[in-house]
């Protein structure tokens, strides 16, 4: 373990999956104190028997669609710690395989909730409190389809585009202010549930999640005080 996040108090949304785990473990073993969101109990204990008990983690369920839950937690983070130095929102979710004609209506929605919605409900509950301080680093992860529209994959890529216009401009909202916002573009990440969906695909050209992770982290840290606004695409070779 090292301290380049020491004193550093970080939350992770969706901080209990393939790359928000990844994320947490990374933050962390850098010495911060981070508080990972979940919805799947599972996932929580599975991080926790991996990190043992005495690691500076809190495990807190989170429904981020429910913009007063998103607030609730924040407050009792502030309150606890006294500070929020640190966002990652890696809550989103897929899915595609239908032209926009053939996508339903819910799935169209769904697809808006978790990769837009979730990211305005927190950035309006934390920004104030980074405000207050006047400082604090948010990383929100977009993701590849925000750019490259392929077919089959109109509701997801819509929202992923929404999501990086949304945080660049908050990014914007915020310069001068002493808070960073920046947007990370994985494409398809090397997780167990992707190799599942597409089992013949070459997993050697898939980004690692601890490599994504590390790219994150940069983001979050004193060295990239002057990166606001950037949308780093973290594509591996696929």
């Not at 599972?42 to 008990?53: F, K, M, N, Q, Y």
């Not at 006294?82 to 890696?90: E, F, Q, S, T």
């Not at 590849?144 to 914007?172: R, V």
Request: charged fraction near 20%; include cysteine; hydrophobic fraction near 45%.
């Amino acid at each position: 373990m090292t301290t380049k996040f020491s004193g550093k108090v970080a939350l992770v949304t969706g901080g209990t999956g393939g790359l928000g785990r990844a994320v947490t473990l990374a933050l962390l073993h850098e010495g911060a104190s981070v508080i990972a969101t979940y919805i799947k109990k599972d996932e929580a204990d599975a991080l926790r028997d991996a990190v043992g008990p005495h690691a500076h983690l809190e495990l807190l369920p989170l429904d981020a669609t429910d913009e007063s839950a998103c607030r609730a937690l924040v407050d009792g983070i502030t309150a606890r710690h006294g500070h929020l130095d640190i966002l990652v929102n890696a809550i989103g979710g897929y899915a595609g395989g239908k032209t926009v004609w053939e996508t339903d209506p819910k799935t169209y929605q769904l697809m808006l909730t978790l990769n837009l919605h979730a990211g305005f409900n927190l950035a309006r509950t934390v920004v104030p409190a980074m405000l207050r301080q006047k400082s604090g680093a948010i990383v929100n992860i977009a993701s590849k389809a925000a750019l490259d529209h392929a077919a089959g994959a109109g509701a997801y890529a819509a929202s992923k585009a929404a999501a990086l216009a949304l945080f660049d401009c908050l990014a914007h909202d915020l310069k001068g202010s002493g808070v960073r916002v920046n947007s990370v573009l994985p494409s398809i990440i090397d997780t167990e549930p992707n190799r599942k969906a597409m089992p013949t695909a070459d997993f050697s050209k898939w980004p690692k999640p601890e490599e994504i992770a590390q790219v994150i982290l940069f983001l979050c840290s004193a060295e990239a005080k002057l990166i606001s606004g950037a949308a780093i695409p973290v594509y591996g070779e696929s």
